[in-house]
């Protein structure tokens, strides 16, 4: 029997912080250690200290995961996020039709699956298995309560497959058993596999494992701004990882941990309970604490641990990263916006020029990191900064560098014409403001 290829496990947490994980300068809980498994992961590959996501808000950096491309050349991701109103459309979503990761990967004889969040459009029009899962299991969409599995509209929302599935239990660890079912029924198959594992933690409603007497009272509000606190938040995030180990531990029963590459990251930046330190801002901002995320992956056949790496990236980079891996190329009518990363993961010490470019209908932002520079506009306002020597984005260098603030700003405006316009009709579903909560 030939080898099979190399697996996949794409992990993507949902709203963590940049320093929420002890490998990332967190701290301990009263409880200990927050992340220990993802910290193992890191200490046993590598981890990136300048990767990004596509986008500082959750749906948008979900689109450019799928396609390997800026979400913007599609319409679904200008709404920031997805939204609960959207549910029936049949053009705020995925398209079908459109090439994704799972979907390449499929043509190439993986097997491939979808264990947790969707948030990329609602039936008929959309959903996991038209865009190139074989089976999937998890909420459609951005939110949900953690025991109840109700949406922010109080619809239930786990499904199974295209059917609405009911099941007892707190929903990452219904997510993380599912995933360590699947990894034990992929042993069994001759073809590789392609899992993205997207948790909702630790999203809100802000619920641990132990607060099922809680539920029906939250299943009425699962916004509640007056909720939550660091020690529940980050006992979500340890829930998280624990279910990681369980599922790193039956990829060394099966025997396919060191023929597999699991990727670990976010989707966005952190919110109310996170720590972004020394970043500043979080989810909705393209200040760094809302797009610069951890970014872990581990595979022992061709990762040598205790890698670190200061090479810049984001989302989409890791997914062209798998197809590169698996030898499978982009469908030639929609040529991929992400970089391969494995020359990076196979020798931390390679580095390669990755100008990396955002923009936001929110308060009209735009960003565009280029080497140590970034160019940033909030509000109408243009900064510039050099992100080595000032993480926080606290001392704009606009006006004592003024050709490098207008080279970068033509960058980003070519880069720009290059993408569709944002519609006129795209909306922005911000959940709280400066009326709810003091901002820094």
């Not at 619809?155 to 199974?160: A, E, F, K, S």
């Not at 933690?201 to 539920?215: K, L």
């Amino acid at each position: 029997m030939t080898e099979k290829g190399t697996n996949f496990i794409y992990i993507v947490a949902d709203d963590l912080g940049f320093a929420d994980l002890g490998c990332y300068g967190g701290r301990d809980a009263d409880f200990g250690p927050v992340s220990p498994v993802l910290d193992a992961m890191a200490a046993g590959g590598i981890q990136f200290t300048q990767g990004y996501s596509n986008s500082p808000v959750c749906s948008p950096t979900r689109f450019a995961l799928m396609t390997a491309r800026y979400q913007y050349r599609l319409r679904g991701a200008a709404e920031e996020p997805i939204n609960s109103k959207s549910r029936g459309s049949d053009t705020l979503g995925l398209p079908p039709a459109h090439p994704t990761l799972p979907s390449l990967l499929r043509g190439a004889g993986y097997r491939t699956a979808l264990i947790g969040k969707w948030h990329l459009g609602y039936p008929p029009s959309f959903g996991p298995l038209k865009s190139g899962y074989e089976e999937s299991f998890g909420p459609l969409s951005g939110g949900v309560d953690y025991f109840t599995h109700c949406d922010s509209s109080g619809n239930h929302d786990l499904q199974l497959g295209e059917a609405e599935h009911h099941e007892e239990g707190y929903l990452t660890d219904l997510l993380s058993r599912r995933a360590v079912d699947y990894v034990e029924r992929m042993a069994k198959q001759d073809a590789p596999f392609f899992l993205s594992l997207h948790y909702t933690a630790p999203h809100w409603p802000w619920e641990t494992r132990g607060d099922v007497a809680r539920a029906p009272a939250i299943r009425n509000n699962l916004f509640d701004l007056a909720a939550g606190n660091i020690h529940v938040y980050r006992r979500m995030i340890h829930h998280m990882d624990e279910g990681i180990g369980w599922i790193m531990e039956a990829l060394r029963r099966t025997g396919q941990l060191d023929n597999t590459l699991v990727v670990f990251t976010s989707d966005n930046g952190g919110e109310r309970f996170s720590d972004n330190w020394p970043l500043v801002g979080g989810k909705m901002d393209l200040t760094e604490g809302g797009i610069r995320v951890p970014w872990i992956a581990h595979w022992p056949r061709q990762i040598a641990p205790g890698g670190v790496s200061d090479q810049q990236c984001m989302t989409m980079d890791w997914s062209a990263t798998m197809l590169d891996a698996a030898g499978v190329a982009a469908h030639p009518d929609y040529p991929l916006d992400g970089q391969s990363l494995l020359p990076v993961l196979q020798d931390p010490a390679k580095a390669f020029a990755r100008p990396l470019f955002w923009r936001m209908n929110h308060r009209g932002q735009r960003a565009h990191r280029n080497g140590d520079w970034k160019y940033l506009r909030v509000d109408g306002n243009d900064y510039l900064f050099n992100i080595p020597q000032d993480e926080r984005e606290r001392a704009n260098l606009a006006r004592h560098q003024p050709e490098r603030l207008a080279a970068m700003r033509a960058a980003w405006e070519i880069w720009d014409a290059s993408m569709p316009p944002i519609p006129a009709d795209a909306t922005v579903s911000l959940g709280y403001s400066a009326k709810d909560m003091p901002q820094r």
